[in-house]
């Protein structure tokens, strides 16, 4: 390993990373109302407890973040409120990578897709049958999340946790 990866691995560790981030997340989410459904036919809004955040060392200078999530989900269909509970984690990829003028490290964050968050829904009678089926709710849920981490990560405050100044490093890390 050469110093700069040595030195990029000792800033970049999973227990930072979900230090940062949890602090970012806090213990509780909320979003909506917002459009949901064909046609934004219907409206969502939802309320979660995040639960406890795990980071894991990817390579040398990457870090992977998994943060669940147990989300209260209201779909409101005309007048029909339909209730729904999700469980699912959210992964998170980041790279640490040394700045061109080599005084401070910039943590990149991958891009969130589907597939980066894991899944479970729960619904019950005919119209949690309909907001599965017609209205595609893990697809949906997945797009309103990814919206929601997307946007936290590209705070003014994500922005400033992701720079790191070599000469701090040492005591933050």
């Known amino acids: 390993m050469s110093d700069r990866d040595a030195i990029l691995a000792a ?3 999973p227990e930072r990373a979900v230090r940062d981030i949890s602090g970012l997340i806090g ?8 459009p949901a ?3 934004g036919m219907a ?3 939802a309320v979660g407890v995040v639960g406890k955040l795990r ?3 990817i390579g040398g200078t990457g870090t992977e973040v998994h943060v669940p999530v147990q989300l209260d989900l209201t779909v409101d269909i005309g007048a029909r409120a339909v209730p729904v509970e999700a469980r699912m984690t ?11 003028d080599a005084d401070h490290v910039v943590v990149e964050v991958d891009e969130i897709g589907p597939d980066d968050i894991a899944l479970e ?9 309909l907001v599965r089926r017609l209205g595609n709710l893990d697809a949906e849920i997945r797009h309103h999340v990814i919206g929601y981490v997307t946007d936290l990560l590209a705070s003014p405050e994500a922005r400033d946790l992701r720079r790191i100044d070599l ?5 933050t890390a």
């Open 37 to 39: 459904g064909p046609g």
């Open 121 to 129: 829904t729960k619904t019950s009678g005919i119209g949690g049958v």
């Open 43 to 45: 409206t969502a809004r």
């Open 90 to 100: 959210v992964r998170i990829g980041l790279e640490a990578c040394l700045a061109p």
């Open 167 to 171: 000469d701090e490093a040492s005591d």
């Open 11 to 13: 800033i970049s560790t």
């Open 55 to 57: 980071g894991r060392q």
């Open 27 to 34: 213990d509780r989410i909320a979003f909506g109302p917002v």
